[in-house]
């Protein structure tokens, strides 16, 4: 091991001051406490800029017209980030996107670093992000990387049922990953992505990607592979960037994030929850070109195991429902039985 990359923890400022990027995608449902909302995009928009050397480097990037838009510009004036403002509402991969490309003009920025609006994602860990990326870029000889914000837990911070479902589209989507590495021939490298979990933490909101990787994804665009734009803009955007970067030859990595135990703000609760996960899953089985029955084979076997199919009638229904609209996205007939699973333990 290379002590010096692990431990120059000054080095590692440095690139986080003078060659990282960091966009921040936001928006403002009507419906939200604005003055909530308001308060806590301040909040990390701050804490960005004092982890970078220039505010320029900090992009909000608001995803339509909305009341966030507002407050951005506010933000812009008192400490000089950059807005970016899309003409319409997509969702959140849609203000990721613009706001890469508005970073990506600037030649010097070597790291790019997504971060939700929040105050969930704490601006005084980017540096170990940077720390990451460089051991893993000196210990494999890499420069495409793709840094995971690692959670102690998702149940915690997100609650019992969404930490389930997010386990969930996390096994899903590690089964897709090896069985297209199995087809191409590209060993699955996840010897920096995974110490005490079995699975990556995919979904987290908090990631680094290298140069080398925002220019592969932004040149190829995020593909719908017949899926509705919702689905893919709105509801599977970690799995979307993930896997994107990984076609792009990206090498997983993770970094151990902090998050605030209950969360302050989330949209989950205004979404459809089966039509989500399902499309967490669905769009990278596609996009990988995974065989249908593989898909419904993986997800009989992870819906045994979840301890939400125990929460009788609520948790076993809204499992049953995701796997009605999986395997109907991918043409396979309805399954006729329970969730099954070992009769003993």
């Known amino acids: 091991m290379n002590h010096r990359t692990v431990t120059d923890l000054v080095f590692a400022l440095e690139e986080l001051r003078e060659s990282s990027g960091i966009v921040i995608p936001t928006f403002f449902p009507t ?23 220039s505010p320029s480097r900090v992009c909000i990037s608001v995803d339509g017209i909305n009341p966030a838009v507002e407050v951005a510009r506010r933000l812009s004036e008192a400490y000089g980030v950059r807005v970016v403002v899309s003409p319409r509402n997509r969702g959140k991969l849609g203000a990721v996107q613009a706001g890469l490309e ?59 049922l969404r930490g389930e479902l997010e386990e969930l589209a996390d096994r899903m989507l590690i089964d897709c990953l090896h069985y297209y590495a199995a087809q191409t021939g590209r060993p699955l490298n996840l010897q920096f992505a995974m110490l005490l979990d079995e699975f990556p933490d995919f979904h987290s909101g908090y990631k680094l990607l290298t140069r080398e990787v925002v220019t592969s994804i932004l040149a190829n665009g995020f593909p719908l592979e017949g899926l509705p734009e919702e689905a893919v803009y709105r509801h599977a955007v970690e799995a979307v960037l993930v896997v994107e970067a990984h ?96 009769a003993f333990l």
Request: proline share 6%.
């Open 31 to 53: 419906s939200d406490d604005r003055e909530l909302a308001a308060r806590l995009l301040s909040d990390t928009v701050l804490g960005c800029c004092r982890q970078t050397g």
């Open 102 to 160: 508005s970073l990506a003009e600037d030649d010097s920025l070597r790291y790019f670093i997504l971060v939700d609006q929040d105050a969930d994602h704490f601006p005084n860990e980017m540096a170990t992000f940077i720390r990451v990326t460089r051991h893993v870029a000196t210990t494999a000889g890499v420069d495409r990387i793709l840094v995971l914000g690692r959670r102690s837990s998702r149940h915690h911070p997100m609650g019992y």
């Open 247 to 342: 076609l792009a030859g990206a090498l997983l990595a993770s970094a151990p994030r902090t998050t605030i135990n209950e969360q302050p703000v989330t949209a989950f609760g205004q979404l459809n929850r089966c039509r989500l996960i399902s499309d967490k899953i669905v769009w990278p089985a596609r996009r990988l070109q995974i065989p249908p029955k593989f898909v419904g084979q993986w997800l009989d076997n992870h819906l045994a195991r979840l301890r939400l199919s125990t929460l009788v009638p609520s948790g076993k229904e809204e499992l049953l429902e995701i796997r009605r609209l999986v395997r109907r996205s991918i043409d396979l007939p309805d399954a006729t039985n329970d969730i099954a699973g070992p």
